[in-house]
Every structure is written in structure tokens, then in C-alpha cells.
């Protein structure tokens, strides 16, 4: 019992000792004020009028974004969020001795789920650069208490850190970034397990870059749905690994290498561009429709109609929605034609010429002529079968009759060609007819042979007969 008071006492002075930023200086005293809108308050020194000039600038849209991103991350929280405007570095650290650390200069941060930080001191010192990125800062750091949220607050940092870069305008901020530092372009010099164990990773922009590129490559390769459900996952799984193995169809080891050996270069030559949340390229699964491929069409386009109606960005999602009906139009043509195949391999052939008719009439309509010579050739073939199959029942209902002593040739012919075209049915009767024929043929044969020799009989009796009479009286009166 001695014993573990005194560990605990122990414990309780190392843990006293340690310097925090809040503890090791005295806060200047501040008044605040605040201004609300529907989502944000927004809490400023009551003396310094930027914090106002903030909240008329961004508060309403703000309120707009707060409503994207509950769509997109298929969540909301809990109202009003505070945006908060520190006067300095020092009072932003002050005030908040856990407060992860940034860039010297920087002008924005988050404190815990619910606080975006902003520091006035920076906005002032470049008022022309804040105009221009004041916006994508805020949306940055409303992306972290979205993915905070959603993961319960065990997403680790170096995600965050990717999250925040990632939702806001590349065109604004990642390229000012790739401009602006000296990330490797070919090969990242990191592994996911540094870039998003590593805390405060903000301060160390190359690796941010390379985080960025990791959301972008999960968002990118397998969809944003993917990615906010793998965020969920977070929320109960033993490690972010194990979360990234639950949701995605590959290995952390797989998806890792894929997106070192493949995607990183390809991202940082320019990919970047190509982000899901801003400028979303349909190029792909036009690519995929003109190549016949309608399934993977239509699968990526499930989610990114969902993505674009949640971006509420209407010109794209109009032809995301033409192009997801091109694609089922393929799939329908695609069914159709293998209903043609498969009617005909079960010797349906009425029906195999009409799935195929309809096939073609699909492709056609579609411009996709690679299936056409395959459906043609069964639409004829098919022709051929029924029609053969016609005249085999004409011919089967004169088999009785002398006149189908002739049509043994033909016979064989339609045999012979209906077993080549794959209708055994057909053949079969062929050669059941034949046999048919054949049976009479010697029938007739025969009763030709009994019939001659019954004659021959006949005449060899009468002419015996002949020879045998009496010669008639005026013969016998001569003599």
C-alpha cells in the first residue's frame, strides 16, 4: 500500500513538472465579443474590429459549406461550432495548453472537436494573402472537426492533416503549396505509417503534401462513399490499419505500394487537379463507355452522383446522370445479347433472332459496333436454322408418298448444314427422316421384286397353260 502511494506520489510531481505554454505564462485578460449565424459563432476581442469584418465576410457562406459537408460526410455536428479569433500566437497557445502546434506565421488551426482557431496578428501581417485563402482555411479546418467527428476522434494526425488540405480548392491552395516547397515528385520519401502517426505534421509542408496525396488516392482510386465509411471504421477498430483493411478491398501493405509505386507520381505531375470535392473529371467513365466497359461505368457513377448531389454541383451531376443512362443502356444491350447467345445454345432460335435483332438495334443506337458481327452472324444463322427446319417439316409430311423417294439428297443436305449450325434437334430428325425414307425405299423395292416375280409367275403359268391345251378342232379334222 506504501508502495503504491508513494508511485503515485512520485507520478503526481513528474507530471507537475512538466512545462505546458499555458502554464509557463499568464494570459493577457481579453474581452470578448461574438456575432452568430446558423451554424458558427464566431468570438473575437470585443476591441479589435477583424473579428467582425470575419464574420460578415465568411459567415454565410461558412453556413453553406457546414451544410455541404454534413451531406459529404453523411453527418452533422452538434451547433453552433465556435470560430474563434485569437489576437496572437501567443494567446492561441495561451489559452490552449494542448493547442497543436503550427507553422510559424500560420493563420488558422482547430482546438479539439468543435473550435476552429484563427489568429489575427498573421491575417494582419498579409491581409492580401488571407483574402485569397481565408475561405479555404476555414473549410480546411471544418473538414478536421468533420473527420474528427465521424471517427470519434481517433483519426490520426497526419489524415488529419491530409483531410483538411485535401477538401479545400486545389487551385488555391495545393498548388500555392507544391509552388511554395519541395516534396519529392517521384517517389514519396515517407510511409503511411510516418505521414499519419506523426503529430503536428502541418509544420513540415512536403509531408503534408505527401499526406494530401494519400486521401487523394483513396478518394481517387475507390471513392469518397469508400473513404467516409473507412473514417467510420475508425471509430472501433484496433488500429487505422485494421479500419483501412475492413473497408478496402486490398491489404494496408497493397494499397500502400499501389499508391508509392503508381499513384504518388502520377498525383504530383498533376492528378492533383483532378480533386473529387471541386473539379471531379467524368473523363474516366466516358473513357470506360467508349471502351464497352458499361458495369464499371455504371458502379463508379453510383458514387459519384451521390458526390455531386451532395456538392450540390448541378451542370455536372446532369451529365453524370447522361452518362450513367448511356451506360445502362449499354448493360442493357450487353443483356440482350447474351440472351441471344444463350436462347440460341438452347435451340431457341425464334427467340435467339429476336434478342439479337434487338441487340443490334441497342449497339447501333449506342455507336458501339464491336458486337455487331457476332449478333449478325447469330441472327442469320438462326434465320437458317428455322427455315431449314420448315422445309424439314414439309418434306416429313410427304415422306409416305412416292414424291419423297426424291428428296433424299436434300435430306442429307439440311442434316449435314443443321448439325453445323449446332441444332442437333434439327439433325436428328434429318436423319430420322432419312432413315424413314430409306425404309420405304426398300419397302417399295421389295414389293416391286414380289410384284415381278409374281408376274413372271403368272406369265410362266399362262404360257404353260399354252403348251398343254388340245390343239383346237380344225387341226384334228385336217388330219
Known sequence: MRLRLFLAVVFAIFITSIPSRAAAQTCTQLTWGETTTRAFVFTYQASNPLGQEIAAAFGSTLDEEFNRFSNLFRMTLQVPVMVRIYPTERDYY????????????????????????????????DPESWQVNGLDALRGELAVLFINALSAGKAPPGLQTGVNIYAQDPFVTFEHLINTTAPPYERPSASWRNLWDTPDLIVHPDQAV?????????????????????????????????????????????????????????????????????????????????????????????????????????????????????????????????????????????????????????????????????LLTIEKQAAEVIELNAELDSIETRLGTPAALAVSERLQAIGARLGTLGDSAGAARAAEAIATLNTARNQFAMAIAIGGALLAIVIFLLRLKHFTAPPPPETQLQA
Open 210 to 374: 505527401q499526406a494530401t496525396s494519400i486521401t487523394a488516392y483513396l478518394v481517387d482510386v475507390y471513392g469518397w462513399e469508400r473513404f467516409i465509411q473507412f473514417a467510420g471504421a475508425l471509430r472501433t477498430a484496433e488500429s487505422w490499419r485494421l479500419a483501412l483493411e475492413s473497408i478496402y478491398p486490398a491489404s494496408a501493405n497493397a494499397l500502400e505500394s499501389q499508391w508509392a509505386d503508381v499513384y504518388y507520381a502520377r498525383f504530383m505531375s498533376g492528378r492533383w487537379r483532378e480533386n473529387a470535392l471541386y473539379s471531379l473529371s467524368l473523363a474516366p467513365y466516358e473513357q470506360l463507355i467508349a471502351g464497352g466497359a458499361y458495369q464499371a461505368a455504371a458502379d463508379g457513377l453510383a458514387d459519384v452522383i451521390k458526390l455531386l448531389i451532395d456538392l450540390e454541383d448541378f451542370d455536372r451531376l446532369s451529365q453524370a446522370e447522361a452518362l450513367n443512362a448511356t451506360a445502362y443502356r449499354g448493360l442493357e444491350a450487353d443483356a440482350l445479347a447474351r440472351q441471344a447467345r444463350q436462347t440460341y445454345l438452347e435451340g431457341d432460335y425464334a427467340a435467339a433472332q429476336s434478342f439479337a435483332a434487338d441487340a443490334i438495334t441497342a449497339y447501333i443506337n449506342l455507336s458501339d459496333m464491336r458486337n455487331l458481327e457476332s
Open 94 to 125: 495561451c489559452f490552449n495548453a494542448l493547442a497543436p502546434q503550427i507553422p510559424l506565421g500560420q493563420t488558422h488551426s482547430h482546438i479539439g472537436g468543435r473550435e476552429i482557431a484563427l489568429i489575427a496578428q498573421n491575417i494582419r501581417d
